[in-house]
C-alpha cells in the first residue's frame, strides 16, 4: 500500500512521509517514469498487460540493484532489514551459543529466574517495585567475571553493578526485557515467572530465553529509555545493517560515517552544537544505544572508554567477542 504525504514515514522517524524518505521513493519513481517513457517512444503499440510486465521487470531490476550508499545491498534486501519481523530476516543466521557465561544479560536472567523458583515461585518487589537489593548484590558481584572495559569495573560508575536497580541499568535493562518477553511479570507487590517461562526453562534451561530475548531487545525495546536523547530519533531500526558492518570491518568512525551516508534523514534529528555536528552527534547516539546498551550489555562487544589521546578526541575502540560471532552470521 503507497504510503500517503501526511502519514507517518514507514523508517519509524516519527515525522510525516513529504518531510521524511518521499524525497527518495520521488527519485526512484522518476527513474521508473523514464523508463516506461522510453519503452512507450520505441514501442509505441504496447499493449496495457504488455508494459505492466515492462513495468513490473524494471521495478524488480531497481529494487534488485546494488545501492553503493547501502555498502552494495540492494534495496530489497534493505526493506527485509528494516521492515521483515525477526524471524522473516534475510541473509542473516541467529543461533543461540551453547555457553552463555560471558553474557552479562543472560546471567542476570539465570539469577533472577532461580531466586524466584527457590523462593517457591514468588519475589517480594521493593516498595518502589525493583528488584530485592539482596538480588541486586549478588547481580553486581559478577561483574568480575565479564569481559568489560576497566571503565566499568569502577562499580561507582558502572553500568553492570550498582547498589540498587535504579543504579544498575544492566540488570535493570534485563528485567525489562523479561517482562516484555514474558518471562516474569511483577503483580502486587511480588514478581513471578510465568507458566511458559518455567516450562522452557525446565526443558532448555537459559537457552531458551536467549533468542526472545534478542527479539525484545531489537523489536520493542525502547532504545531511549535510559538516555537524554529524544525517543523518537530512528536508530533500532537500523541494527541489523549496523551491525553488519561491525563485523565486516569493527571500526566505530566507519560505522558511523556507513550509516549516516545509508540514512541521511536521521542527521535532521540533530541540531548543530558548538562542539559537535549532526553526524558527531548521531556517533554519540549509536555508541549509547546500539554499542552499550545494546551489544555490550549482551556480553557481545567490549568498549574501551578512553576518549583522549594526546589531547585528542578519538573514537571508542571495540573488541568483538567470540559471542558475537557465534550468534550472527551473515550471508552477503
Given at each position: 500500500m503507497k504510503t500517503g504525504r501526511n502519514e507517518p514515514c514507514p523508517c519509524g522517524?516519527?515525522?510525516?512521509?513529504?518531510?521524511?524518505?518521499?524525497?527518495?521513493?520521488?527519485?526512484?519513481?522518476?527513474?521508473?517514469?523514464?523508463?516506461?517513457?522510453?519503452?512507450?517512444?520505441?514501442?509505441?503499440?504496447?499493449?496495457?498487460?504488455?508494459?505492466?510486465?515492462?513495468?513490473?521487470?524494471?521495478?524488480?531490476?531497481?529494487?534488485?540493484?546494488?545501492?553503493?550508499?547501502?555498502?552494495?545491498?540492494?534495496?530489497?534486501q534493505m526493506q527485509n532489514w528494516l521492515y521483515a519481523p525477526f524471524n522473516e530476516l534475510q541473509k542473516i543466521s541467529i543461533q543461540t551459543p551453547s555457553d552463555l557465561s560471558a553474557s552479562p544479560v543472560m546471567r542476570y536472567l539465570e539469577l533472577i529466574v532461580d531466586t524466584i523458583l527457590e523462593q517457591g515461585g514468588t519475589m517480594k518487589a521493593t516498595p518502589k517495585g525493583n528488584l530485592p537489593a539482596k538480588l541486586v548484590k549478588a547481580a553486581s558481584e559478577l561483574l568480575p567475571e565479564f569481559a568489560v572495559a576497566e571503565f566499568?569495573?569502577?562499580?561507582?560508575?558502572?553500568?553492570?553493578?550498582?547498589?540498587?536497580?535504579?543504579?544498575?541499568?544492566?540488570?535493570?535493562?534485563?528485567?525489562?526485557?523479561?517482562?516484555?518477553?514474558?518471562?516474569?511479570?511483577?503483580?502486587?507487590?511480588?514478581?513471578?515467572?510465568?507458566?511458559?517461562?518455567?516450562?522452557?526453562?525446565?526443558?532448555?534451561?537459559?537457552?531458551?530465553?536467549?533468542?526472545?530475548?534478542?527479539e525484545m531487545a531489537t523489536t520493542r525495546y525502547n532504545w531511549g529509555?535510559?538516555?537524554?536523547?529524544?525517543?523518537?530519533?530512528p536508530l533500532r531500526e537500523f541494527w541489523v545493517f549496523m551491525l553488519w558492518r561491525l563485523q565486516t570491518h569493527g571500526s566505530v568512525a566507519q560505522l558511523v560515517d556507513e550509516t549516516a551516508t545509508a540514512f541521511p534523514d536521521v542527521l535532521k534529528h540533530f541540531q548543530d552544537e558548538?562542539?559537535?555536528?549532526?553526524?558527531?552527534?548521531?556517533?554519540?547516539?549509536?555508541?549509547?544505544?546500539?554499542?552499550?546498551?545494546?551489544?555490550?550489555?549482551?556480553?557481545?562487544?567490549?568498549?574501551?572508554?578512553?576518549?583522549?589521546?594526546?589531547?585528542?578526541?578519538?573514537?571508542?575502540?571495540?573488541?568483538?567477542?567470540?559471542?558475537?560471532?557465534?550468534?550472527?552470521?551473515f550471508s552477503l
Open positions: 522517524s516519527g515525522k510525516k512521509f513529504k518531510r521524511c524518505c518521499m524525497t527518495n521513493d520521488s527519485q526512484q519513481s522518476s527513474e521508473l517514469r523514464d523508463a516506461i517513457e522510453q519503452t512507450l517512444t520505441m514501442n509505441p503499440n504496447l499493449s496495457i498487460d504488455d508494459l505492466n510486465a515492462v513495468v513490473a521487470q524494471r521495478a524488480e531490476e531497481m529494487n534488485n540493484r546494488p545501492n553503493a550508499d547501502f555498502c552494495g545491498l540492494t534495496p530489497s566499568n569495573k569502577t562499580v561507582s560508575i558502572s553500568e553492570f553493578a550498582g547498589s540498587n536497580e535504579d543504579k544498575f541499568n544492566a540488570l535493570h535493562y534485563t528485567r525489562i526485557l523479561a517482562e516484555l518477553a514474558d518471562i516474569i511479570y511483577i503483580e502486587r507487590g511480588k514478581f513471578y515467572i510465568s507458566k511458559w517461562a518455567q516450562e522452557q526453562y525446565q526443558a532448555q534451561g537459559m537457552t531458551a530465553f536467549f533468542p526472545v530475548l534478542l529509555y535510559l538516555d537524554g536523547w529524544e525517543d523518537d530519533i558548538d562542539y559537535r555536528t549532526p553526524k558527531e552527534q548521531l556517533g554519540v547516539l549509536i555508541e549509547t544505544r546500539f554499542l552499550s546498551r545494546f551489544l555490550e550489555f549482551f556480553g557481545f562487544v567490549v568498549i574501551d572508554p578512553k576518549r583522549f589521546i594526546d589531547g585528542q578526541f578519538v573514537s571508542p575502540k571495540l573488541a568483538c567477542q567470540a559471542l558475537l560471532q557465534q550468534t550472527f552470521r
